[in-house]
């Protein structure tokens, strides 16, 4: 991530009561487009409802199902009536903050705007049962909430991600919220991401979904679409993943592997696994020497608690010594939690200390460093 943020577009809405139903009517960025519109109006609340100033007061509630797709109630049963809504910005939380991973009635493949990618980013999510071999203190999946698969179905994987494909190209994305508020700088289709609700890698056949996407990247004159794995490493030994990786290295695959810690107590806190933290790093290294690898390294609070700098430097050794045994490492991404974690205790680091983790890390390795801000 970069810090670059896209900005909130001030859309106007246009919602037609009638009846006491609403109906979302016509949507402009521009109010000039949209013109007079009849009294009354209604002024938007930073608390997400609205108030209107007609003769009798009256409540609006406002509801939000997903992204701007604001519903709207009167408690009335016969009435007809504009909404104007002037500023969305101010009940709309920041896009690149949305990364729901449900897109229409996709189950497989979802759109995001990613900072990072400074563009759109296509989840493929391998996990929709939504188990992971890691149990992050601060993973973001929502597993109180039941899953609406386990099976991954690869036709629908990748009918789903044609489509997506074909509308993030074509445009037709940016039609409809909440991309629509996607500023035109960012409207480029940057990579395909295998990254969802667990770790991409334990799917069985990961070798056979890498060789399809890279196919149909072909087929629809996309070839130079980056396919971003991002992974705990945790599976890298195992032949399919091997075999999956090689795949992503002739298809203009990128890895972005996981490393929180430097110290095994460090990361079994926060990555909570049984699988060893030597492995982890045994991965990283034996893949970073075949090709280089990006790391992604997430620092938090834990009950108020930021890293210890004996854990950072910790986590420089390992770094240097990825690199002190042939591995290539072309990036170190240093980000905290930007969304609701999985524990209560954990909370995010300030960008002062994160853009001090990421000076530590650039001086004592002198790799590429980001860093990317809650
Ligand atoms: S590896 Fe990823 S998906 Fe798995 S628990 Fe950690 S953050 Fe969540």
Redesign the pocket.
Known sequence: MSGQEPTSCCAIKVYRLNHGTANEGTTSRSSQRLGPVNKPSMGCRADGQFSNSIARPRLLRVSRPCGNAYNCRVDNQTVSLQLIVRDMSAVTPPLHTLHSRHYRDNKFVYPVLSRRSKGISLGVNL?PDKI?????I????DRRSEAETDFVDLQQVLDELRHLLEIATNGQLYADEPFCQVPEHLRRLNDIAFS????PTTYRNFDEIISQVAQLKDELGLAATKMVLIT?ASMFHRPAVERGLALLDQHQGEIWA?LDAGTADYYHLI?RTKIPFQQILDNISAAAKIRPLVIQSLFMRVNSEPPTVTELEAYCDRLNEILTAGGQLSLIQVYTVSRTP?ESYVASLSNQEVDAIATLVRQRTGLPTEAYYA
């Open positions: 996990n992971c071999n890691f149990d992050c601060y993973c973001q999946v969802g609700d667990g770790e705990n996981k990555d999985a």
